[in-house]
């Protein structure tokens, strides 16, 4: 198969060193981003394989350092994406070249840790943390702009929350996805932990005791047209009105509805050797985070928990979380709640990112034990989830999901136990249990050897898929095989 030669981007690119730290932000003061346009000059890169004879890769466009998100303006259909740093760019093509050309910067909508994103019609949603307290206390942040043609962006506060301790560690993963209901009338966003596992992080005695709170480990649920609201450090309050969608979950970077209006997330899970969740997210539902993550129990929760990766498989002893004494006994961590019943993540039936650490401590595959997993292998950060809600992909891949893998194994200390591969596209077929009340999914490789993935966009039958990289980031045009619209997959029921 023929690769076409890529195009080179202008504009201006932490990533994953370990998938436990997929997405945190480093508490650090932003830097000042130039609104000029630059040529950025080739990189050296891999190409990403097809697995399947059928699916064509291109690049599409070297773009900057540190982009995470990826965006269609849905009606001028052009392409954008930002950047940790605050920056939102818009690419144009000038001149028989693809330009990234710079229309916002922190400056413009006050967000440190700008890491979500989404258009509603011309309306640009972002979503992050801004920083107080002499960079030791933080607020989530929703703004929203309007992006229309020969007009100046005009900024409207959607919410701000109220302050909340930071800490000195790279798990304080902040505000960041973001979608929209199909009915565009409500915006869902995910606020994720401020711990590894619900540890206290109290950045050296301020905000002491702290763990997670009231903002941390949801998904919020706010009307698209709300203005200036603040929303309060208070469970019950943010139940009250509404606000409060799903509580329990770690860190699900990505969220997206299938053709049935039903609503998934995926998340990155800690340093323990449980699998990364996707969930089928429903209101009033909670999660388990922080005491069951992955379908496996959080040992810290239990008294008299004693970390010791001799006697406890599960525990990488070269874990981030190990090596800085995360993991300890800590007889005083919160009890689960009274009446509070947790929903298990969705199932996977393989044939892959299915392998998984048995009860033994061996390493297994679900494809040989018959086991399903909740849901994808451990430590692979998945990322980029999308559905063919149009239903325009071929008859196998008609309605259908799809995710990355950010996390190679073969790179990754606490993922290559389990595999080698990673950082790679999955295609998700999923199936209705009415027994179990829960989704399985059937995960198979379609798509190999990308460079730190973390975001797509299915345009008709082409998937759009951003690589971030601190120094030239790139995005890839998959396109996919197309089918017939002449009829509609029919969710299958097990």
């Given at each position: 198969?023929?690769?076409?030669?890529?195009?080179?981007?202008?504009?201006?690119?932490?990533?994953?060193?370990?998938?436990?730290?997929?997405?945190?932000?480093?508490?650090?003061?932003?830097?000042?981003?130039?609104?000029?346009?630059?040529?950025?000059?080739?990189?050296?890169?891999?190409?990403?394989?097809?697995?399947?004879?059928?699916?064509?890769?291109?690049?599409?466009?070297?773009?900057?350092?540190?982009?995470?998100?990826?965006?269609?303006?849905?009606?001028?259909?052009?392409?954008?994406?930002?950047?940790?740093?605050?920056?939102?760019?818009?690419?144009?093509?000038?001149?028989?070249?693809?330009?990234?050309?710079?229309?916002?910067?922190?400056?413009?909508?006050?967000?440190?840790?700008?890491?979500?994103?989404?258009?509603?019609?011309?309306?640009?949603?972002?979503?992050?943390?801004?920083?107080?307290?002499?960079?030791?206390?933080?607020?989530?942040?929703?703004?929203?702009?309007?992006?229309?043609?020969?007009?100046?962006?005009?900024?409207?506060?959607?919410?701000?929350?109220?302050?909340?301790?930071?800490?000195?560690?790279?798990?304080?993963?902040?505000?960041?996805?973001?979608?929209?209901?199909?009915?565009?009338?409500?915006?869902?966003?995910?606020?994720?932990?401020?711990?590894?596992?619900?540890?206290?992080?109290?950045?050296?005695?301020?905000?002491?005791?702290?763990?997670?709170?009231?903002l941390t480990t949801k998904i919020f649920r706010i009307p698209a047209k709300a203005e200036n609201l603040l929303l309060p450090n208070d469970t019950d309050k943010l139940k009250a009105?509404?606000?409060?969608?799903?509580?329990?979950?770690?860190?699900?970077?990505?969220?997206?509805?299938?053709?049935?209006?039903?609503?998934?997330?995926?998340?990155?899970?800690?340093?323990?050797?449980?699998?990364?969740?996707?969930?089928?997210?429903?209101?009033?539902?909670?999660?388990?985070?922080?005491?069951?993550?992955?379908?496996?129990?959080?040992?810290?929760?239990?008294?008299?928990?004693?970390?010791?990766?001799?006697?406890?498989?599960?525990?990488?002893?070269?874990?981030?979380?190990?090596?800085?004494?995360?993991?300890?006994?800590?007889?005083?961590?919160?009890?689960?709640?009274?009446?509070?019943?947790?929903?298990?993540?969705?199932?996977?039936?393989?044939?892959?990112?299915?392998?998984?650490?048995?009860?033994?401590?061996?390493?297994?595959?679900?494809?040989?034990?018959?086991?399903?997993?909740?849901?994808?292998?451990?430590?692979?950060?998945?990322?980029?989830?999308?559905?063919?809600?149009?239903?325009?992909?071929?008859?196998?891949?008609?309605?259908?999901?799809?995710?990355?893998?950010?996390?190679?194994?073969?790179?990754?200390?606490?993922?290559?136990?389990?595999?080698?591969?990673?950082?790679?596209?999955?295609?998700?077929?999923?199936?209705?249990?009415?027994?179990?009340?829960?989704?399985?999914?059937?995960?198979?490789?379609?798509?190999?050897?990308?460079?730190?993935?973390?975001?797509?966009?299915?345009?008709?039958?082409?998937?759009?898929?951003?690589?971030?990289?601190?120094?030239?980031?790139?995005?890839?045009?998959?396109?996919?095989?197309?089918?017939?619209?002449?009829?509609?997959?029919?969710?299958?029921?097990?």
């Amino acid at each position: 198969m023929q690769i076409k030669q890529g195009i080179f981007v202008i504009g201006i690119l932490s990533f994953l060193v370990e998938p436990a730290i997929s997405f945190a932000q480093k508490d650090s003061k932003p830097k000042e981003t130039k609104t000029t346009s630059i040529r950025l000059s080739p990189v050296v890169q891999s190409t990403p394989v097809p697995l399947r004879s059928d699916i064509l890769i291109e690049k599409f466009a070297d773009i900057e350092p540190n982009a995470v998100r990826l965006l269609i303006h849905p009606v001028s259909g052009d392409f954008y994406y930002t950047t940790f740093e605050g920056g939102v760019f818009h690419i144009t093509k000038q001149n028989g070249s693809i330009i990234s050309e710079q229309i916002l910067t922190v400056k413009d909508h006050g967000i440190n840790k700008l890491q979500g994103a989404v258009f509603a019609g011309s309306e640009l949603f972002l979503c992050g943390n801004t920083t107080e307290n002499n960079y030791r206390g933080t607020r989530g942040r929703l703004v929203r702009f309007s992006i229309v043609p020969n007009s100046i962006p005009k900024m409207t506060i959607v919410f701000n929350t109220e302050a909340y301790g930071l800490n000195a560690t790279t798990w304080d993963h902040g505000w960041n996805a973001l979608v929209l209901s199909p009915d565009q009338k409500y915006i869902f966003i995910t606020s994720g932990s401020r711990t590894g596992h619900g540890e206290i992080q109290d950045d050296k005695g301020v905000y002491p005791n702290a763990r997670d709170n009231a903002l941390t480990t949801k998904i919020f649920r706010i009307p698209a047209k709300a203005e200036n609201l603040l929303l309060p450090n208070d469970t019950d309050k943010l139940k009250a009105e509404a606000y409060l969608y799903a509580e329990g979950i770690r860190n699900a970077y990505d969220m997206a509805f299938d053709s049935d209006g039903n609503l998934f997330a995926v998340v990155n899970s800690s340093d323990y050797d449980h699998s990364e969740d996707m969930f089928w997210v429903r209101q009033g539902r909670h999660y388990g985070f922080p005491w069951i993550m992955g379908g496996i129990e959080n040992p810290q929760q239990y008294p008299d928990f004693m970390p010791d990766p001799k006697r406890d498989p599960f525990l990488p002893a070269t874990s981030h979380g190990m090596l800085m004494k995360y993991f300890r006994n800590d007889p005083d961590f919160p009890k689960v709640p009274e009446g509070i019943k947790f929903s298990p993540g969705v199932q996977n039936l393989g044939p892959d990112a299915n392998e998984y650490r048995g009860h033994s401590g061996k390493i297994l595959d679900g494809d040989n034990t018959g086991v399903t997993i909740s849901t994808f292998t451990a430590h692979s950060s998945p990322l980029g989830l999308v559905f063919d809600t149009k239903g325009v992909l071929s008859g196998e891949f008609k309605g259908d999901g799809f995710v990355l893998r950010n996390t190679l194994g073969s790179k990754s200390s606490l993922m290559k136990p389990f595999t080698d591969q990673g950082r790679d596209l999955l295609h998700l077929d999923m199936s209705y249990d009415k027994g179990s009340d829960n989704y399985f999914v059937k995960t198979t490789r379609i798509v190999d050897s990308f460079n730190n993935p973390t975001d797509a966009v299915l345009i008709g039958n082409s998937l759009y898929i951003i690589e971030y990289d601190a120094k030239v980031g790139s995005i890839w045009k998959v396109t996919l095989p197309a089918g017939s619209k002449k009829f509609k997959k029919i969710r299958k029921k097990k």
